[in-house]
């Protein structure tokens, strides 16, 4: 038997590593305005639920709700941004499905 044969057998079997890793996509977690939840209450579920979120911002992303109607509030990785948008459905916000970034 020679030393080749594995060689050989292992290059066949193993998987091609030449294909160009691709990023995680990226989803935007949008909360939408309604008739019905205060801007005390939009803010304070900002606060609690997306990481890094400070008061200033979450008082403005309220107030964009508000004038436009809704506000991008979070943007990462998909499971991630499943969550935020599952726990502030859960507090009772208006939530767009969410969208590749």
Same mark, same amino acid.
């Given at each position: 038997?020679?030393? =080749?044969? +594995?060689?050989?057998? !292992? @290059? @066949?079997?193993? +998987?091609?590593?030449? #294909? $160009?890793?691709? +990023? &995680?996509?990226?989803?935007? $977690?949008?909360v939408l305005d309604d008739d019905f939840n205060t801007?005390?209450?939009?803010? /304070?579920?900002? *606060?609690k639920y997306i990481p890094g979120m400070t008061l200033? *911002?979450?008082r403005q992303l309220t107030v964009q709700v508000d004038? /436009?109607?809704? !506000? $991008?509030?979070?943007? #990462?990785?998909? =499971?991630? !941004? =499943?969550? &935020?948008? @599952?726990? *502030?459905?859960? /507090? #009772?916000?208006?939530? !767009? +499905?969410? /969208?590749?970034?």
């Amino acid at each position: 038997m020679t030393t =080749e044969a +594995p060689t050989r057998l !292992a @290059q @066949q079997s193993s +998987p091609s590593r030449t #294909g $160009v890793r691709q +990023p &995680y996509p990226h989803f935007k $977690v949008i909360v939408l305005d309604d008739d019905f939840n205060t801007f005390q209450h939009v803010t /304070e579920c900002l *606060l609690k639920y997306i990481p890094g979120m400070t008061l200033p *911002l979450a008082r403005q992303l309220t107030v964009q709700v508000d004038a /436009e109607g809704q !506000a $991008v509030v979070w943007v #990462g990785p998909q =499971e991630q !941004a =499943e969550l &935020y948008h @599952q726990q *502030l459905l859960r /507090e #009772g916000l208006t939530m !767009a +499905p969410l /969208e590749p970034a």
